[in-house]
């Protein structure tokens, strides 16, 4: 092989190094920037901060709540939440562990984390997260309270039994 024919191999093999290097790159950045968000809105949330806490949906977006009956398409959640913010009271939710997902394109992400929260305990959050700009929007948050399986049929028959008492 003469040195013509080895540069242009050895560039086609570095090229495609060089873009998977850019896309870790570029993913990293953006789970960086997904997790400062995430707890940007957990703090706000804590803080009672609404402005803050409402900046991070996107237009459209929806809150699924710990109980069926809670989905809020983000006006509804908004008219829901922010007297009790007026109030100085909010919700604290401490992230303990979270994952993120980012689709190959880099606009859009899922993620899911496990939460404390003072009276409810362990629980989950999980969401949707589209890239408007330069930032990172919820479309979907969904808070959910996991139970543990050895637990789950007992809660499920009281569930019926509530269900069926209404």
């Not at 706000?44 to 977006?61: C, I, L, P, T």
Request: negative net charge; aromatic residues 12%.
């Amino acid at each position: 092989m003469n040195g013509a024919r080895i540069s242009a191999v050895l560039l086609c093999l570095w090229i495609p190094s060089i873009a998977h290097a850019e896309t870790n790159f570029q993913q990293s950045n953006a789970r960086e920037e997904i997790n400062t968000m995430l707890d940007d809105f957990h703090d706000a949330a804590a803080k009672a901060d609404a402005d803050r806490y409402f900046a991070h949906f996107s237009e459209g977006a929806v809150f699924l709540g710990t109980d069926a009956t809670e989905r809020w398409p983000l006006k509804e959640f908004r008219a829901f939440a922010v007297p009790i913010f007026s109030e100085g009271r909010g919700w604290t939710y401490l992230s303990q562990e979270r994952h993120i997902s980012i689709a190959s394109d880099g606009k859009s992400a899922w993620f899911d984390e496990l939460l404390t929260n003072e009276g409810l305990g362990q629980c989950r959050g999980s969401g949707v997260l589209f890239k408007v700009g330069n930032v990172w929007r919820l479309a979907q948050y969904n808070l959910s309270i996991p139970i543990p399986n050895d637990l789950a049929y007992d809660f499920a028959e009281k569930i019926k039994q509530q269900s069926s008492e209404e």
